[in-house]
């Protein structure tokens, strides 16, 4: 399936504040949402917007990213405020309505907040002016001590895709956090060839840059995922928002 993904917001135009931040936490459970829908095979489109210096230009420049893709649906992902609890996901009509069911019944019982069930979202901006079906998740509220103390992105995240794809999926490990950080040069790497370095522990994933096979320079692997049969190696020197992952199997340990 083809999705498009979006956390609402921006740094510019901040979205709601208490407890927990809006933009952080929803750009949390955005790239997690991406990386697992990615790691099932899906094709995602990222159409959160971060330059937008006011909320409607926010809006219309999302609303511009989500209709440049044809998709089967829009993820918007925001948190909530003003005084309640839980979970609630809105929907635009009847289309969206059983993933926005089950969303909702996955979060609320992953991170133990209330349910608040599917509401009407047809007059919210972005799920009238996107072409494909939408739905617009509010994650939990910003502004409840309760929600703010079960929170937790990973975990929502994994609820938002379990419900989307309507099956249980396991994310992958993290290999013990006492092997890094270690040092390793490329290896294993025909001449000629290069060792890509991808945005995202999966051979399908963003590329980022390319290291050549003869390439001299020792790495530093700040962190390990297993995926399938693979390991796959963080380099020290990217951040969350720009990872660059390398599978260790092209490289050889040098220390
Ligand atoms: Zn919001």
Redesign the pocket.
């Known amino acids: 399936m083809k999705f498009n993904v979006h956390g ?2 921006n740094k510019i135009v901040q ?2 504040s208490k407890f927990l931040n ?1 933009v952080t936490e ?1 750009r949390k459970v955005k790239n997690e949402v991406i990386r697992l829908l990615k790691l099932q095979g899906h094709t995602v489109y990222d159409c959160t917007d971060d330059a937008g210096k006011t909320q409607n230009d926010n809006l219309k420049n999302i609303v511009k990213k989500c209709n440049a893709h044809s998709v089967d649906l829009d993820v918007s992902i ?3 405020s003003g005084g309640g609890e839980g979970i609630e996901v809105y929907t635009y009509d009847n289309g969206t309505k059983a993933y926005a069911t089950r969303i909702c019944d996955k979060i609320s019982k992953s991170l133990d907040i209330k349910n608040r069930g599917v509401k009407n979202g047809k007059g919210l901006y972005v799920l009238k002016n996107t072409r494909a079906q939408a739905l617009l998740i ?1 994650c939990c509220f910003v502004d409840s001590k309760k929600d703010s103390s079960r929170w937790n992105a990973e975990k929502c995240a994994k609820a938002i895709v379990e419900g989307i794809l309507n099956k249980s999926i396991s994310t992958p490990t993290v290999a013990p956090s006492n092997e890094v950080p270690y040092l390793v040069k490329v290896a294993n790497v025909s001449k000629g060839d290069t060792l890509n370095v991808r945005a995202e522990p999966s051979p399908n994933s963003r590329l980022v840059e390319k290291l050549k096979y003869n390439d001299p320079n020792k790495y530093t692997i700040v962190e390990t995922k297993k995926v399938g049969s693979q390991t796959w190696g963080l380099l020290k020197g990217y951040s969350t928002y720009r990872n660059g992952w390398i599978n260790l199997y092209y490289t050889k340990k040098v220390q």
């Open positions: 609402g917001h979205g709601a809006e929803d925001h948190l909530n509010e």
